[in-house]
């Protein structure tokens, strides 16, 4: 709710998942991807690169960011 605050340009049907310093990674709940999976999107106030989905559902958006991330870090 305080990034909607925020961000009057946070379109609706973008649910947050975790913010970042620039806006947020979000579920855009408007675009099912891979079969009732909600694509995820960057979201940055006044940038346009939301309209192309980071990953196809949320499964994909765990593994890149957290799994392989982590993974890197430990090695």
Partial sequence: MILREECSDLPDGFWVIQRH?????CLDVNR??????YAVVDFESGTIQ???????????FVNRW?????ERSTE
Avoid: Q, S, V
């Fill in 32 to 37: 099912k991807m891979n079969g009732d999976e």
């Fill in 66 to 70: 957290f799994i392989e991330t982590w």
């Fill in 21 to 25: 310093e620039d806006g947020a990674f």
């Fill in 50 to 60: 939301h309209e192309r989905a980071l990953t196809r559902d949320y499964h994909d």
